[in-house]
C-alpha cells in the first residue's frame, strides 16, 4: 500500500451520466482538500470517453468495462490473494491491481446497488468491489441505494458482501430502513455525494456556448426525460414519448419556455445505455412549437448542466441526478421516478408528494401535479431554502469519513 494518499473509485464516470459525474467529481474536489497529494484512480467502464474528458492532472483512468472487470481484473485480484509470492509479477502485469494494493480505499459509486428487481446487476456489483476486498483494500460505498431484500438471491448476496465494506451511506430514510432489517452495523446515514458538487463561476460561459440563456428572461420549465424510464412505461403500453411531448405542448401553449435536458448522453452513438440523448432528439422532434423549446442537443459537464437546471424555475425530472441538481439549486421539483431512491432524497426536503412512480405517469396526472407545483411555488422554494444546508452537510460528511479511512491507512 502506497506511503501517499491514493483512492481508487469504481461506479461512477466523467462521461455518459452526468450524475455519476457529479459524484465523481464531488469526490476529487472535496479530497483533495483533506488529503493534499492524493493520486486517483478510476476504473472506468467507458475508458476512452473518459480519458477523453478527463482534465485532471492527479485522475488515472483504467479500462474496467464489464468483461474486463468481471473476468482480467478479479482473476488478478484474486490470484493476489491466494499467491502471496506473484503478488509483485500480478502488479506489474495489472494496473487495476497495482492501483487497488497502492490505494487505502476503493470508493463504490453505484447510485443504487443490491436491490430487489435488479438481479441481473449483482454480479457486477459483487465483482465491482471483490477486487478490493480480495486484495485487502478498505472499501467504501458512497452514499446509494440499497434494498430491499425480499427477494431471496438478493439477500444472501447482499448479507455476504454487505458486511465486508468498511462502510455503506445510506443515501436516505428508506435505504437505512432496509440496512437495519439486514441488520448491518456498518452504515451511515449519508446523502449523495453530488449534493456536495460546487460551481466553478465559469458555467455561464460555457453553457452559453450551448445555450442561448436569453430564454430565461422568461419563466422556464426544465424537463429531463429517461430512457430507462420510458422502457418502463413502454412495457405497459404508456407511450412515453407521447407523452412528454404532451406535457412539453401543454407547458409551451400556457406561455413558459421548456428547456429539454438529456442529464445521461454519450457522445459519438445512438446506443441508448447510459444516453438519454436520442430519445430527447424523437421527443424534441414532434414537439408543436419548436421556437419555445431550447434542446440541449450535446453533451455537457455535470457543472454546466446544474448551473442550467439551476436558472430554470421548475423542474420536471425521471433522471435521478437531474433531480439533485434541481434540488441542490433550490427549484421547485417534480419528479416520476421509479424505485425508493427518488422518494427517499425528497424526504429529506419534506417534499416526498412531489414525487410519483411510472406506473402513474398518464398526461392528465403529469399536469394536474404540475398546476399544483406551480401553486405550491412558494410552500416548495421554502422548504427547499430551509433543509438544502442540512443535506449538503450530511453529503459532505462522506469526505470526512473517507479521509480518516486513508489516513490510517498510510
Not at 17 to 23: C, D, L, P, Q, R
Not at 87 to 116: E, H, M, N, W, Y
Not at 154 to 176: D, E, H, M, S
Request: proline share 4%; net charge neutral; with cysteine.
Amino acid at each position: 500500500m502506497s506511503s501517499t494518499p491514493h483512492v481508487t473509485i469504481i461506479g461512477s464516470a466523467l462521461s455518459g451520466n452526468k450524475g455519476a459525474a457529479a459524484m465523481l467529481e464531488s469526490s476529487i474536489a472535496t479530497l483533495e482538500e483533506r488529503l493534499p497529494g492524493v493520486h486517483f484512480t478510476l476504473l472506468s467502464m467507458y475508458p476512452r470517453e473518459d480519458r477523453e474528458q478527463n482534465s485532471y492532472p492527479n485522475l488515472e483512468i483504467i479500462d474496467a468495462r464489464p468483461r474486463t472487470l468481471g473476468v482480467n481484473i478479479n482473476s488478478a485480484a484474486l490470484a493476489y490473494r491466494l499467491l502471496p509470492p506473484l503478488r509483485g509479477l500480478l502488479k506489474s502485469r495489472s494496473k487495476a491491481v497495482a492501483a487497488l494494493a497502492d490505494s487505502q480505499v476503493l470508493l463504490d459509486q453505484g447510485g443504487i446497488t443490491f436491490t430487489d428487481g435488479r438481479e441481473k446487476f449483482l454480479i457486477y456489483n459483487v465483482a465491482s468491489i471483490l477486487p478490493a476486498l480480495n486484495i485487502g483494500t478498505p472499501v467504501f460505498k458512497c452514499a446509494q441505494a440499497v434494498g430491499p431484500f425480499r427477494n431471496r438471491i438478493n439477500r444472501l448476496v447482499a448479507r455476504t458482501f454487505l458486511p465486508k465494506a468498511a462502510t455503506v451511506v445510506t443515501r436516505g430514510r428508506i435505504t437505512q430502513s432496509y440496512a437495519d432489517k439486514l441488520r448491518l452495523t456498518n452504515t451511515f446515514a449519508g446523502a449523495d455525494y453530488a449534493f456536495s458538487l460546487e460551481l466553478s463561476g465559469t458555467e455561464e460561459a460555457a453553457a452559453g456556448k450551448a445555450v442561448d440563456l436569453s430564454i430565461f428572461d422568461d419563466e422556464v420549465v426544465g424537463l429531463s426525460p429517461s430512457v430507462v424510464l420510458q422502457k418502463k412505461v413502454d412495457a405497459r403500453e404508456g407511450g412515453y414519448i407521447g407523452q412528454m411531448v404532451t406535457f412539453i405542448d401543454q407547458v409551451t401553449a400556457s406561455g413558459k419556455k421548456l428547456l429539454l435536458v438529456p442529464h445521461s448522453v454519450r457522445t459519438g452513438t445512438d446506443a441508448t445505455h447510459n444516453n438519454d440523448l436520442p430519445l430527447c432528439r424523437e421527443i424534441y422532434s414532434r414537439v408543436a412549437d419548436k421556437a419555445a423549446v431550447t434542446f440541449i442537443d450535446r453533451e455537457l459537464s455535470s457543472q454546466e448542466l446544474r448551473y442550467l437546471i439551476g436558472r430554470c424555475s421548475f423542474f420536471v425530472a425521471s433522471r435521478f441526478h437531474a433531480m439533485v441538481s434541481s434540488l441542490a439549486m433550490a427549484v421547485p421539483t417534480l419528479v416520476i421516478g421509479w424505485g425508493h431512491k427518488y422518494e427517499e432524497v425528497l424526504e429529506m426536503f419534506e417534499l416526498q408528494e412531489w414525487a410519483f412512480g411510472h406506473d402513474k405517469l398518464t398526461p392528465s396526472h403529469l399536469w394536474s401535479r404540475y398546476e399544483a407545483l406551480l401553486a405550491a411555488q412558494s410552500e416548495v422554494k421554502a422548504k427547499l431554502d430551509e433543509h438544502l444546508p442540512e443535506v449538503k452537510k450530511r453529503s459532505l460528511k462522506q469526505a470526512d469519513l473517507i479521509a480518516e479511512l486513508v489516513k490510517k491507512g498510510l
